[in-house]
């Protein structure tokens, strides 16, 4: 009988899983129908904006270099947005694709809660008062993570792609799905890196790592993140370092949280 409960127990708790993760899927999907309805706006408003001359990341960077007096090929920004589609069905796809991709980005903070909804019943009281701000912070520096690869890392990796050409006589047309799927990872893949302060706290209240792993691994972590770098944004030495500069901070950072964590631990024991 022991036995036939600890496994309904067991059931019970995978059923209630189940039923969180299906309302996370509702609201993507509901966002995902919302930005799917407004698809034209979406498209050229946002994910193609950085194909135009104006976007404002190309005039502060121009005007960046002209304040310290260099030329700058951001002044004068050319880009082809002689996109293509090779597939009947590939613009229909991409758009259900996208869509979801987008609605996973803007109900990120609700997947969160119910993440929290169902981790939380399993923690004492005193640690469900403390991990409160959880959503709140996980969601402002994933929300973050979302302006830094649009505003910076996504105009960088367009330039520099739309502009490579090894010889005159191969012309860059580039089918549309493989911009958008530029533009959408980038907003994915850094932003979740962005959450990487709130993975070490967890991670180090479960005693998984401490601020000395962390510390004895800092030049490590420095050449993975310089690796890293070097996937998501374009082959430059400029754009490496504009992504690696933020990510260390936020190491840096996860570094302090981790020690206040420790120190609380420690106390909690006195």
């Not at 090929?73 to 996208?98: G, H, R």
């Not at 070097?230 to 020690?259: C, G, H």
Request: proline share 4%.
């Amino acid at each position: 009988m022991a036995e036939n409960k600890n496994d309904m127990s067991f059931l019970s708790h995978l059923e209630e899983l189940r039923w969180h993760l299906v309302r996370s899927f509702v609201a993507i999907t509901i966002v995902a129908i919302a930005i799917f309805s407004f698809s034209n706006i979406v498209y050229d408003e946002f994910l193609l904006a950085h194909l135009s001359s104006d976007f404002p990341t190309y005039d502060w960077l121009c005007k960046g270099a002209q304040l310290f007096g260099f030329e700058s090929d951001f002044c004068n920004v050319q880009l082809s947005d002689n996109l293509i589609s090779l597939a009947p069905a590939s613009q229909i796809m991409n758009l259900i694709w996208t869509s979801m991709i987008l609605g996973l980005i803007v109900a990120f903070p609700y997947v969160l809660w119910e993440l929290w909804r169902f981790i939380s019943p399993g923690l004492h009281k005193t640690e469900r008062k403390k991990s409160r701000a959880f959503i709140f912070y996980a969601s402002l520096l994933f929300f973050i993570g979302v302006l830094f690869s649009y505003f910076v890392i996504a105009p960088l990796s367009v330039y520099f792609f739309y502009n490579f050409e090894i010889t005159d006589l191969i012309e860059n047309k580039f089918d549309f799905k493989t911009h958008i799927n530029l533009i959408t990872n980038t907003l994915l893949g850094v932003s979740l890196m962005f959450e990487l302060p709130v993975i070490i706290y967890f991670l180090t209240r479960m005693g998984l790592v401490t601020p000395a792993f962390l510390k004895k691994y800092r030049k490590i972590s420095l050449v993975l993140v310089l690796i890293l770098s070097a996937i998501i944004t374009p082959p430059d030495i400029a754009s490496q370092i504009i992504v690696t500069i933020p990510i260390m901070i936020l190491y840096e950072i996860s570094i302090f949280i981790s020690k206040r964590v420790v120190k609380k631990a420690e106390k909690s024991k006195k």
